[in-house]
Nanobody, 123 residues
Framework: VQLQAFGGGLVQAGGFLKLSCAAS????????MGWFRQAPGKEREFVAA????????DYGDSVKGRFTISRDNVKNTVNLQMNSLKPEDTAVYYC?????????????????WGQGTQVTVSS
């Protein structure tokens, strides 16, 4: 599966952005989808994940209650609604896919990655 993330940009603290990830391939609904982020000089960090049906989600502690992950298996997209953004949310955001199992937080669990989209939150 090929992934392309988009929707990043510059936003003020307290604002919101919606990221989307478009996936190619007819088996998109079989994949667990995740969002990760990486700030300069830091390791890639788990943000959110959603299982194949959308019935199970998981969030990183730093975004819980502010971000919402969702998916559309007809349009082959996964979205990340980001509200109440903080300067510490500034990073390159990546979408990722794993073909089996349930939601996971580790980078190594995901086999496919998009190219990333920059999110910058100004104070």
């Amino acid at each position: 599966v090929q992934l392309q993330a988009f929707g990043g940009g510059l936003v003020q603290a307290g604002g919101f952005l919606k990221l989307s990830c478009a996936a190619s391939g007819r088996t998109f609904s079989y994949y667990v989808m995740g969002w990760f982020r990486q700030a300069p000089g830091k390791e890639r960090e788990f943000v959110a994940a959603i299982n194949w049906s959308g019935g199970r989600t998981d969030y990183g502690d730093s975004v819980k209650g502010r971000f919402t992950i969702s998916r559309d298996n007809v349009k082959n997209t996964v979205n990340l609604q980001m509200n109440s953004l903080k300067p510490e949310d500034t990073a390159v955001y990546y979408c990722a896919a794993k073909p089996v199992g349930t939601v996971a937080r580790s980078v190594s669990a995901y086999d496919y990655w998009g190219q990333g989209t920059q999110v910058t939150v100004s104070s």
